[in-house]
Every structure is written in C-alpha cells, then in structure tokens.
C-alpha cells in the first residue's frame, strides 16, 4: 500500500520564469540592461528554485512568485520555479545538477544533504525572529473508539505521501514506538497533506495524518472543523523547511544568496509563511545541518534511504 509516484517534474506547473524580460528571450533586465549571465550572483544566467508539493500547486506558486520576484531583485538575476511532482524527484533534480537552490521538508532536507550535497541556509522565523517549528498529528473522528496509536492496528490509516516528515516517517514512526508493525496498520497514501484530511473527513479513513499547517490552513478556509474530530497523537516540534543551496555552486554564490535570503522582508515570504503556519509572519533566519540533527536520528531510527522519499 506504499505506491510511489513517478520521478518526474509536473508538465503543467513545474516551470514559472522570473526574467524582468520575455522567458524565452534575452533574460535582460530592463531597469538596470543587465543580461542574465553568469556572475556571482547568478550561475548560468538564472537560478532554477525547486519547491517540494507539500500544497497543492496552483495555490504554492502565487505565494512563491512573490518570494522568487524580491530574491530576483536582490540577486539582479532571473529565478526560475519548479514545482516538483514529489519528494523524491527534488532531491534526484539537485543530485543531477537541474536545481541551485531548493526548499525541502526537514526529511528530505537529510537525504538532499547525503545524496545531493544541499546546503541548509534559511528557514522561517516568526515576529520575534525565532525560528519556527510544526508538528505531526494523527486524527480520527469525535466519535471514533481509537484512543491510542496502539488502537489502530486492523484499521486504516490515511498519510500524505511517500517522504514527507510529518505525513509519512513520524506517524510510521509513532507505529513503531507503539509496538505496532505496520503490516497491521492498513497505511494508505493519499497523495498530499490536503489529501490526507480529505480522506478523514469523506470517511475514506479511521484516521489520518493532519499537521499542525495543514490544520492551520484548512481552518482558514474553513474545511475543516476540529471541534467534529480528536487528535490521538502529536509529535514533538520539527524546525521548518530548509531552503538549501547545492554544495557544488561556487562559495561565492553560496554567501550573496544566504545574505539575499536573510535580507528579505517579512512581507516577502508572508504568502510561503502562510501555508506553514508562520504567524505573525518575520525575516527568514539562519540555519545550519545541525538544526535538522533530529531528522537525520530519525531516518536512522527508521532505517530509511533516499528511496523512502
């Protein structure tokens, strides 16, 4: 019941460029006549910026066009979005030299950072300047008779999709450290974290993985009322995605574009905040490998390879 997706970029809405001229064309800049070539600011005359499908994409792009635009303004380099199909094809793009800079989910971070040599730079941080984190959650309805993870053993079980933190490996691994193999959990995948709640709330599943942004979200748009379902489970705090550089760009690149990132304003990144429950919505904040520490332990603990993602 652990169907993979394929390895392949959305035809549809993988590609959006950000060139100030036509996509196909020149790539000059019209305000400053500034070509897009390679500089140190702007490797081969664009930067390709990869975004995991932990949304729905049609709603992810406005909000990553607004990020995509100002980071072009402070690089004077067009930036390319590709919204990729799923996990693991956005760690295989950077590994294979298609992506410069990605936003991975804290799982995928771990094996973009063996496989890929992805550099974690930023993350999101609130108001204060405090980085975020999120939790993993399992629901099921108000009236349902599971209390516990242990009581969903011969039940089914909806998660969000094949190497997502908190919609595949916590949960699974919630399994585990209740005894229960997941042979005796009837896991469906659904295909995304939106997809996942759906499949509580059409009766689809006696439970299902929600995540504490996804719940943040859904609430907003009123598809969902909590009051009508109990959490049975909840994990501890994960810091938020990483956006990451790939280790094989020049140092120099590596240091404008962590200095670019950390220049954004809160506004900036306020529509990306928005669908990982960052609010009151600040400035990106630094973060190193160390941050993840936890989800390398993880995958350790699960026994889990880049083709878990």
């Keep these: 019941m652990r169907a993979k997706r394929p390895i392949a970029f959305v035809a549809a809405v993988s590609s959006l460029c950000f060139a100030l001229a036509a996509c196909g064309g020149t790539g000059t800049d019209t305000a400053t006549g500034a070509a897009g070539s390679a500089s140190a600011t702007c490797p081969d005359g664009k930067i390709r910026f990869g975004i995991e499908p932990y949304e729905d994409p049609a709603k992810l792009k406005p909000a990553y066009e607004v990020l995509a635009s100002a980071l072009q303004k402070k690089l004077n380099c067009p930036v390319e979005l590709q919204v990729v199909d799923d996990y693991s094809a956005e760690v295989l793009a950077m590994r294979n030299g298609k992506l410069d800079i990605a936003q991975f989910g804290p799982l995928g971070y771990v094996f973009a950072s063996q496989k890929a040599g992805a550099q974690a730079l930023v993350s999101f941080a609130d108001g204060s300047g405090r980085l975020t984190t999120y939790t993993a959650g399992i629901w099921v309805p108000k009236d349902s008779p599971v209390t516990s993870v242990a009581d969903l053993k011969g039940r089914t079980l ?30 469906n995948y659904a295909g995304g974290h939106p997809e996942a709640l759906l499949a509580l709330t059409n009766g689809k599943a006696d439970a299902a993985e929600i995540n504490s942004q996804q719940l943040a979200v859904a609430q ?4 969902f009322d ?12 994960i810091p938020n995605d990483p956006i990451t550089v790939a280790g094989t760009l020049d140092p120099a690149f590596r240091t404008a574009l962590k200095d670019a990132l950390l220049g954004l304003e809160p506004g900036d990144v306020a529509k990306v905040g928005a669908f990982l429950d960052v609010d009151p ?28 993602v």
């Excluded at 919609?167 to 997941?182: F, V």
């Excluded at 907003?220 to 598809?223: D, I, L, R, V």
């Excluded at 909590?226 to 705090?237: E, F, L, M, N, V």
Aim: charged share 25%.
């Design 158 to 187: 909806a998660l969000g999709g094949t190497g997502s933190t908190s919609g595949d490996a916590l949960p699974r691994y919630a399994l585990k450290k209740a005894g229960i193999a997941e042979a005796d959990v009837k896991i």
């Design 281 to 308: 919505p600040g400035p990106l904040a630094e973060v190193t490998q160390d941050t993840y520490r936890p989800l390398f332990e993880l995958a350790t603990a699960l026994g889990l390879t880049e083709k878990d």
């Design 220 to 223: 907003a748009a009123g598809t």
């Design 226 to 237: 909590p009051s009508g379902y109990r959490r049975i489970w909840t994990s501890d705090p």
